[in-house]
């Protein structure tokens, strides 16, 4: 067993041996995956405002790297949430840092532990879906995920472990095509309420929109260039 599994495999065992002897971290582990199996975005809000803004930093943390890991809960829900507590500068600040070592596990887990403990975490068909995707679009596949929130982020993560796709090809990627979502969710994240909603609903879909098809727009380009080279 290398070392990196050695690794991973004790800091897992460490945690599980929290959770289940540590009544306070069984607690707040159990609360925190109900709560974002709510898919609400005023229970995040409300759960983190009940903090101090220290500590609200650290759960705020802890939960975009849980839900990065294990749990299928967008992640924008916890990005709007942190602006509206600590403003859009440093809530995006945190959310994007806490993203990145999400993805950075999720990846490192796949990596390290291969595929069939990604499809008891994910699911198989899920797997295989987004497996067919990598190989339709290839190096566009992280960037175009990460800039739309409805796809599973942990999903995308842990199939990119699967793959020959070096850490730190994946990690920029994901760096890039997570900062844009980010700072759009957070600017507008302190302008939830009335007509503020309504305008950071129709900006967000047009910024995500308009990503997508400049990404379509340019590996069709690739793939006509590749045609046009080919030997008849």
Not at 98 to 117: E, H, N, P, Q, T
Not at 148 to 162: C, E, I, N, Q, R
């Amino acid at each position: 067993m290398k070392r990196s599994q050695i690794l991973l495999l004790m800091a897992v065992l460490v945690v599980a041996l929290c959770y289940f002897f540590i009544p306070s971290v069984n607690r707040q582990i159990t609360d925190s995956v109900v709560m974002l199996s709510k898919f609400d975005l005023n229970e995040v809000f409300h759960y983190l405002q009940s903090f101090d803004k220290t500590t609200a930093a650290c759960v705020s943390f802890f939960l975009m790297v849980l839900q990065s890991i294990m749990a299928p809960v967008p992640a924008f829900l916890i990005t709007l949430s942190n602006a509206m507590i600590f403003g859009w500068v440093l809530g995006a600040i945190l959310s994007w840092s806490s993203a990145m070592v999400g993805a950075a596990l999720c990846f490192y887990i796949a990596r390290i532990l291969g595929r069939d403990v990604v499809e008891k975490l994910t699911g198989k068909k899920a797997l295989e879906a987004t497996d067919e995707f990598f190989t339709k679009y290839g190096k566009h596949t992280i960037i175009v995920c990460r800039l739309l929130p409805f796809v599973s982020f942990d999903l995308v993560s842990y199939a990119a472990g699967l793959t020959s796709m070096g850490f730190w090809s994946f990690f920029w990627a994901t760096g890039i095509g997570q900062l844009p979502a980010t700072i759009v969710y957070s600017y507008f994240g302190a302008s939830l309420m009335g007509g503020g909603k309504v305008l950071f609903i129709g900006l967000t879909m047009m910024f995500a929109l308009s990503i997508v098809i400049y990404v379509a727009k340019k590996i069709m380009s690739e793939k006509r260039a590749k045609q046009a080279n080919q030997p008849a």
